[in-house]
């Protein structure tokens, strides 16, 4: 069953705690994305890659970091830097970022208490 | 930089009515334009894109470069059509980074 998989969806953690999400794709795809949607704002651009060992920052990257190990995963860290990181978490692959069509995950939903 | 700009949050109109959903953009490069719908309780996924001119569910959407903007339009709205509908803007030339808009909820009323 091809497509993009986030995991956990639901994910509750300590103030101060650095969290890992999980993005994986079985697309092929060689870009990989990473949004921030809260109600109101939309969808914020925290990283993005291009290709495998390679990753840019978006518009909101201060207080989270991302790897590029393998081709299908594209895992997100959300550091105790990151000052309101309560929100909804989406992650995206395409086989470009040039007029590709991104494909979604279903979302994480973190909370920080 | 690469901005998207949706002026509305909310629009309700009643089934059959005409819609248009306003998207500006700001890119200095050659821009590519999408839209992105969001039904209840479904994944964000791509409704149409600028350059393959071509009508989903009704939905069309033209690239103004002049106006710099990708309004997408229906002439007969239905009760389906109601969802979170987001404009979203790459390009060459630049960074190449997907960017999107603020989103617009759309409800088409019976």
């Known amino acids: 069953d091809g497509g993009i998989t986030q995991s956990p969806k639901y994910l509750f953690r300590k103030e101060g705690q650095n969290v890992t999400l999980s993005c994986e794709q079985n697309?092929?795809?060689?870009?990989m994305y990473w949004y921030r949607q809260d109600p109101g704002q939309g969808l914020r651009l925290i990283y993005y890659?291009?290709?495998?060992?390679?990753?840019q920052k978006g518009d909101i990257a201060e207080g989270y970091s991302v790897s590029r190990e393998k081709k299908e995963s594209f895992p997100l860290t959300v550091t105790s830097a990151q000052k309101n990181p309560t929100a909804f978490y989406l992650c995206?692959?395409?086989?470009?970022?040039?007029?590709?069509?991104?494909?979604f995950g279903q979302g994480t939903r973190l909370t920080v208490v | 930089a690469q901005r998207v700009t949706q002026p509305e949050k909310l629009l309700s109109v009643f089934k059959g009515a005409p819609v248009e959903l306003k998207c500006n953009y700001s890119?200095?490069?050659?821009?590519?334009l999408f839209w992105y719908v969001q039904y209840s309780r479904q994944r964000l996924q791509l409704l149409l894109r600028h350059i393959s001119r071509e009508s989903i569910k009704g939905f069309t959407a033209d690239l103004n470069k002049g106006e710099t903007s990708f309004h997408l339009k229906k002439p007969f709205a239905q009760e389906e059509d109601s969802a979170m509908y987001y404009c979203?803007?790459?390009?060459?030339?630049?960074?190449?980074?997907?960017?999107f808009g603020k989103g617009m909820k759309l409800t088409v009323n019976p």
């Open positions: 890659s291009q290709i495998v060992n390679d990753f």
């Open positions: 979203a803007l790459s390009g060459r030339g630049g960074s190449e980074k997907l960017v």
């Open positions: 995206a692959s395409s086989i470009s970022t040039l007029n590709t069509e991104a494909f």
């Open positions: 890119y200095s490069g050659s821009p590519e």
């Open positions: 697309l092929n795809h060689d870009a």
